[in-house]
């Protein structure tokens, strides 16, 4: 799931975009009190990432995480790892919905079982603190080789 997770992050979420985050979110204590007037860069960001759902979820995620009154490393942490979970929230669900269609409902909710026991086995909060950068260190999930035909991500 961190692999998926890694992977998707790398394709829509830009460095410059984190950079650009990273500077809104340091200066979100000088944002008026008023939830009603959105960072203007946040705007701007929006209109850039546009075909990007992760970009656009962590930006949301962002602005949400302002208004609620954090600031710096600790706003772009907190958005970060809502905008991973809900994308692993989606993906959960496009895969059980997947399995109603083609299979039975006992198939189904024994995937959602095995998915949900994989999501809370995982700390977004570190992979998000690793991906935004605001933490570096070398535990990183294991790069696998997937070269014969019955490989495939495991459950």
Known sequence: MLNALSGDWREEVS????????????????IPMFSDQRHPELDRLARESVGRP?????????????????????????????????RVCRGFRQMEEHY????????????????DAAASASD???????????????RTAPQQKMDGIDDGAPL
């Not at 460095?15 to 000088?30: E, F, K, M, N, W």
């Not at 992760?54 to 958005?79: F, K, N, T």
């Not at 977004?124 to 070398?138: H, M, P, V």
């Open 100 to 115: 109603l269609r083609e299979s039975n409902e006992r198939r189904a909710y024994q995937l959602r079982q095995n998915l």
């Open 15 to 30: 460095p410059g975009l984190i950079s650009a985050l990273r500077g809104v979110c340091d200066t979100a204590d000088q």
């Open 124 to 138: 977004l909060g570190a992979w998000a603190r690793r991906l935004t950068g605001i933490e570096t260190g070398s």
């Open 54 to 86: 992760l970009a656009l979820s962590l930006i949301e995620c962002a602005d949400r995480a302002m208004v609620a009154g954090l600031h710096g490393p600790a706003a772009l942490e907190d958005a970060a790892r809502r905008a991973l979970d809900l």
